[in-house]
């Protein structure tokens, strides 16, 4: 009967030595656990971590987010994006016109085209007329021939036939510019031949005249070529009250003295 009990005994020590060692491995278990890094709590760090971060700007604004709802007033505001690759979006250069290619000369040229010279017998042609109105009066006509223009300066100095001098001239008829004449143009200056109340002394009939130009210097006579217009064949009266007045552009101007 002892025996049965002792056999008891131990297998009941033995069931609570094994339940008492699982639990020492359970609780060791959980310790180790906790202590290693691969807890619970590690495991939502790593579940954090594995998430991307919002940044803290966004690379395209709010403002490039919208819609092209505005149409050719936003197409308009575009820079020439449009033109291919390589490609210039200027302009083509517009095709010179004459204006322009005579703006693009030289100095040099332009200088040139504009270039004048003294008007002498050389590069115009003198006539002399008698007129009827007024009376006793002469016109003396400049033309230009040449191709360049040219300027008359001050007056004529007119020889008529074996004067030892040239008549006067009147001042009151001085211009406010010199007079230029431009290939084909004419100037013109009156003179007086003689006084028509019968004041005049020394008169006598002239039949050749000589016409001498002046320079920039107003020096009558220069070294340029004179003119030799010819008068009427039975000539013209000329006495002591002979005089000239300026070159004029206009042939009334000349006449009115």
Known sequence: MSGIRTSRTRRVRRARLATAAATVAIAAFSLTACSDGAGVKDEGASAASSTSPTPVHDASPVSDAKPAASGSKQAASTPAASAPAGQSAAKPATKPTADTAAAAKPAASRQTSAKRTVCDGSNTRTVAAPVNRPVNHMLLTVTNTGSTT??????????????QSVPPVIEDSQPQAVVSLAPGESGYAGVT?????????????????????????????????SARPSLPAKGVWVDSTVKVTYWQSEMDDALMW
Do not use: I, Q
């Open 150 to 163: 040219c300027d008359l300066y001050y007056y004529p100095s007119a020889r008529f036939g074996e004067a």
């Open 193 to 225: 031949l003689s006084a028509t109340d019968g004041s005049g002394t020394n008169g006598y009939w002239a039949k050749s005249l000589s016409v001498y130009f002046s320079d920039a210097k107003g020096a009558a006579g220069y070294n340029g070529k």
